[in-house]
């Protein structure tokens, strides 16, 4: 296990380096001049040089990168275009707002969906099989944006409970914050929800059918017994697996809620910060939210391992 950690950790760190070039590259060959951007088109071209000097891009391209990847580990982010002020004072709060989104809304996922699935599982081809299903595809078929709105509507405008395109602050208003984020990671955690239980249904039928299964229960052994002590368990690999994705998946839905409701989240800044063309600002949101998708990924892995340790021998990590 701790083999396997190492060599995770390690493949993480050089995924994010790999990513980190490739989004440096990409907006190093974007058109324009960062200098006369910042500077603005009355500026002389001794006033432009003189910054291009102070902010290093007179340099070597692989100068310039491992100037930023360092800086990028040390906290300095670069300056922003629009804002001119360091990019991390601008998104540090921000990267805050939508981590919480995100937890809140996988908290919300995991509470409800791994039950859930079960739940569904023991009704299959009851009464309550037709409705569920139903309203299983209605769920996964509705947007977050236009459940977004819905909310907006129904919790903010009609009932008052929060104030849609006004929130409160972390500082200023826990409780006010904390509200308006929990609708927004409602909207999220429906349809993914639905996909969990589905999933998860899916995947314990065909657990239940597989021959240790048929084995255990002719030599007598309680049906809901071999579920909860060795099917579900081996259900929930693939369930945590999907968990992990959606958990990846999670910051770039949360850009549309964050939109809807009025949360200053970081994937609302990325949508602002494109269109002014704040590069240094969209090149560190990029890489942060690789980040967090490669992170995910890795975590579920962990997960996995510890629940089954057979994935241990697989990856050649030990018992």
Not at 233 to 255: H, P, R, W, Y
Not at 266 to 285: C, E, K, M, N, W
């Amino acid at each position: 296990m701790t083999a396997y950690l190492i060599r995770r950790v390690g493949m993480l760190l050089v995924t994010m380096v790999l990513v980190s070039l490739l989004t440096f590259v990409a907006f190093s060959l974007v058109s324009g001049d960062p200098a006369r951007t910042m500077l603005g088109t009355e500026a002389t071209e001794a006033q432009v040089q003189t910054l291009r000097q102070e902010m290093g891009l007179d340099r070597p391209f692989p100068v310039r990168y491992a100037r930023w990847l360092g800086g990028f580990f040390s906290g300095d982010l670069g300056t922003s275009y629009s804002y001119r002020q360091p990019v991390w004072d601008l998104i540090g709060g921000k990267l805050e707002l939508s981590m919480w989104l995100c937890l809140m809304s996988f908290g919300l996922i995991a509470l409800i969906s791994i039950p859930l699935g079960v739940f569904s599982y023991r009704f299959t081809g009851g009464f309550a099989d037709w409705p569920r299903t139903v309203l299983n595809q209605l769920c996964m078929a509705v947007p977050p944006f236009f459940t977004g709105i819905l909310v907006s509507w129904g919790f903010g405008i009609v009932l008052r409970v929060f104030t849609p395109g006004d929130f409160p602050g972390l500082r200023n208003d826990p409780a006010g914050a904390v509200r308006h984020l929990f609708f927004g990671a409602v909207c999220l955690a429906i349809p993914r929800v639905a996909m969990t239980v589905r999933m998860l249904r899916a995947t314990i039928i065909s657990e239940m059918n597989k021959a240790y299964v048929r084995t255990a229960i002719s030599r007598g052994n309680d049906r809901r017994a071999v579920l909860n002590r060795h099917v579900l368990k081996n259900s929930l690999v693939t369930t945590v697996t999907f968990l992990g994705q959606t958990l990846a998946e999670l910051v770039g839905a949360g850009i549309v809620v964050e939109q809807v409701l009025g949360i200053p989240g970081l994937g609302r800044f990325l949508v602002t910060s494109i269109s002014h063309r704040d590069y240094p600002v969209v090149q560190a949101i990029v890489v942060i939210l690789a980040f967090w998708v490669v992170l995910a990924g890795t975590a579920a892995d962990l997960i996995n391992q510890a629940i089954d340790p057979r994935l241990r021998r697989t990856a050649g990590g030990g018992a």
